[in-house]
């Protein structure tokens, strides 16, 4: 990197370096009792040189060099202070949990932690949190959301639960439930080799050129860690460019594993051997290591935007507009029954399930609206550059040449008929064509608008309303085929408010209902008067 803080550091290790070898072939070093002081003065300077390059690094987020640093440190001074609290923040950032606990326990023992600026206690406490989280996936943001979001942001620690990667029928590869897992439950915690965000502004035109400079900088931010570490630079490119996905090779999932070894091993600094072969032009070699074009690729197909439709960003200022890299996360299929959703706090995404999920099933969530008819969410689908293969649309391919439907989709499109009256006939449809179980509730969250406006009128209730089935048993069937949705949740709440907020018998039981959904959307992290709070219910309740 070069800086005059290196240059500095090199140097005088260097001049140490130096006496030391004059010393070594004078051979006097053993004897001479001036000497052997000399030597250790020597050794003390050069402990410091190297813990003081180590703080260094750190700052510069050269993981890998600075714990290359503190070791030599260490092994001149295995109690030196200043490099135990290096090394221990160090292995933190690159989620060594125990690792990190052990060196600055070690390092809370000396005389110089009394008097020591940084909060060594306060460091510990995190890592024991740390190391409980990365086993459990146990997060919780109540206290924070019942703050407003005002008191301290809470901090995250790596967790990859009961998940791993295996080819999907999807499409490559894709993340599996390795056993049956709750409704609201943490699948993965992982923080974003780089995020970019801003606010977007309301004119449209100012508004494209503020997310490309955005997209700029978040391509910036990504080479940058790619280039100061190798790790990151391995992680990105297990990710797929978008060719011959189906002959992608499938990670194993232990390469995310926080607390591991395998990582640790990953993490150094191994030089590609094509570096060392004879008659290879410096380019080429330099292009296969650090591959400007795949990685642009990969950036095009696995960024996740902050804000679409299945992520939710939980903080109280939420107008930015983001994008991020989370590698693991990007294993994640699409599906029109999605069974995953987002949240993201800060540079973490939290992954959970919006509904229960059994062992073995494709974890997937929603890139696009899906309640939206099969021809939007195939435009959608393809603007992301896939054909969608899930089981709703392939079911939906099907029926849709029903010329009935088809019929049917463009007078609720074009607004030829009344929404009641577009809901009665698909329903009607249904029975006609043996739709059953599921798929009704395929075809019914495709027509999701047109139900939304037939319940919210009461017109078309009062025309309709005993001819189609009541709202509750509606809104289940397509719970059951979207999952936790946030769309179906705000509608539910404020149904809920305007009869009332769950007062009546008839209200408890739509309370329990929006409870259900909201541990879907925002899952088991936010307990249920947090819920209440965020979802503008009131906090009173003693249940
Ligand atoms: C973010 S990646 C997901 C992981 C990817 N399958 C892999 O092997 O790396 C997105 C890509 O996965 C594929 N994909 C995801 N969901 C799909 C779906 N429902 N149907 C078909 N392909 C899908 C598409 O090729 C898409 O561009």
């Known amino acids: ?42 050794n003390k300077s050069l402990c410091l040189t190297f813990s003081n390059r180590a703080e260094g690094r750190f700052r510069l987020k050269e993981y890998a060099d600075a714990i290359k640093d503190c070791d ?15 090394k221990g923040k ?22 110089q932690a009394r008097g020591f600026s940084e909060n060594l206690n306060g460091y510990l406490d995190l890592c024991k949190r740390f190391v409980i989280q990365s086993k459990t996936g146990v997060v919780d943001v109540s206290d924070w959301v019942l703050s407003g979001f005002k008191g301290i942001v809470p901090e995250f620690a790596e967790y990859v639960g009961a998940i791993e990667i295996k080819k999907s029928d999807l499409g490559g590869r894709g993340l599996f439930s390795t056993k049956n897992i709750d409704m609201g439950t943490v699948l993965l915690v992982t923080k974003a080799i780089a995020t970019e965000r801003v606010i977007l502004p309301n004119d449209e035109d100012y508004s494209e050129s503020v997310q490309l400079v955005m997209w700029k900088n978040f391509v910036d931010k990504v080479m940058e860690s790619v280039k100061r570490c190798d790790h990151t630079h391995h992680l990105i490119r297990t990710l797929s460019t978008g060719e011959d996905e189906n002959r992608l090779e499938v990670p194993n999932i232990s390469l995310f594993w926080p607390e591991t070894e395998e ?44 804000d679409s439709i299945s992520g939710k960003i939980l903080r ?20 029109c029954v999605p069974n995953a959703r987002r949240i993201h706090i800060r540079n973490h995404v939290i992954v959970l399930a919006s509904r229960d999920v059994k062992a073995g099933e494709d974890i997937t969530f929603a890139y696009f609206d899906v309640l939206s008819p099969l021809n939007k969410r195939r435009e959608m689908s393809m603007n992301w550059g896939f054909s969608c293969a899930c089981k709703r649309c392939k079911f939906e391919d099907e029926i849709w040449s029903r010329q009935e439907l088809g019929e049917l989709q463009v007078a609720f499109e ?45 017109k078309l209730m009062k025309r309709w309303g005993r001819r189609i089935p009541a709202m509750e048993v ?53 307990k249920r008067q947090a819920l209440k709070a965020l979802l503008g219910l009131g906090t009173h309740d003693h249940s």
């Open 1 to 42: 990197m070069g800086s005059d803080y290196e240059d500095t550091g090199e140097e005088m290790m260097h001049q140490l370096r130096s006496k030391a070898t004059e010393l070594l072939l004078r051979e006097e070093f053993k004897e001479s009792t001036s000497d052997s002081n000399h030597l250790q003065k020597l």
């Open 72 to 86: 030599q440190a260490l092994k001149i001074d295995d109690t030196h202070f200043k490099t135990l609290v290096c």
């Open 90 to 111: 160090i292995l933190l950032n690159l989620n060594k949990y125990s690792m990190a606990y052990d060196c600055l326990k070690k390092a809370s023992t000396d005389s």
């Open 263 to 306: 990582t640790e091993v990953l993490k150094e600094n191994v030089p590609n051997i094509s570096l060392f072969w004879p008659e290879t032009e410096e380019t080429e070699v330099l292009k296969e290591k650090f591959d400007v074009d795949k990685i642009l690729n990969v950036l095009d197909g696995n960024s996740i935007v902050e």
């Open 316 to 335: 109280k200022n939420s107008g930015y507009h983001g994008v991020g890299l989370w590698v693991l996360a990007s294993f994640i299929n699409h599906s």
């Open 414 to 458: 074009e607004g030829l008929l009344d929404m009641g009256s577009v809901v009665f006939r698909l329903e009607e449809g249904m029975k006609k064509w043996v739709v059953r179980g599921k798929e009704k509730g395929y075809l019914r969250s495709s027509f999701w608008e047109a139900f939304l406006r037939a319940f919210e009128s009461e």
């Open 474 to 526: 509606i809104f289940d069937s397509i719970v059951d085929v979207v999952g936790g949705d946030e769309i179906v949740l705000k509608v539910l709440v404020e149904g809920l408010k305007r009869s009332g907020g769950g007062n009546s018998v008839g209200g408890t039981l739509e309370m329990e209902r929006v409870m259900k959904l909201g541990r879907g959307v925002y899952g088991k992290m936010v």
